[in-house]
């Protein structure tokens, strides 16, 4: 089992920053790709950015391409999604989760947190 716990989230204006983060606990960190997903209000939760075992290897959704960075500290345990730029359509709250597979799919990724809060206000 990894255990997965997200932090960071918060109220900030349009064109703001803000940094999450997401520590594992459990089994051996560095043997999961780690990716965040977000779920807006009435809508379906989608894939937002990924990150392969090793760092060197990362995947965003076109709506984030250049204003969100994911990066990952093998030897703390931990996954960041650095955001920039935000928009109110930012406004979901955010998951971290954890797969054998480097994927942008949702169902493949077996281990979840219990999701951030993030409310970008125009």
């Known amino acids: 089992q990894v255990q997965l716990v997200e932090s960071g989230g918060g109220l900030v204006q349009a064109g703001g920053s803000l940094r999450l983060s997401c520590t594992a606990s459990?089994?051996?960190?560095?043997?999961?790709?780690m990716a965040w997903f977000r779920q807006a209000p009435g809508q379906e939760r989608e894939f937002v950015a990924a990150?392969?075992?090793?760092?060197?290897?990362?995947y965003y959704a076109d709506s984030v391409k250049g204003r969100f960075t994911i990066s990952r500290d093998n030897a703390k345990n931990t996954v960041t999604l650095q955001m920039s730029s935000l928009k109110p359509e930012d406004t979901a709250i955010y998951y971290c989760a954890a797969s054998t597979l480097f994927a942008v799919t949702e169902t493949r990724y077996n281990y979840w947190g219990q999701g951030t809060q993030v409310t970008v206000s125009s």
């Open positions: 459990g089994r051996t960190f560095s043997n999961y790709a």
């Open positions: 990150i392969n075992w090793g760092g060197g290897n990362t």
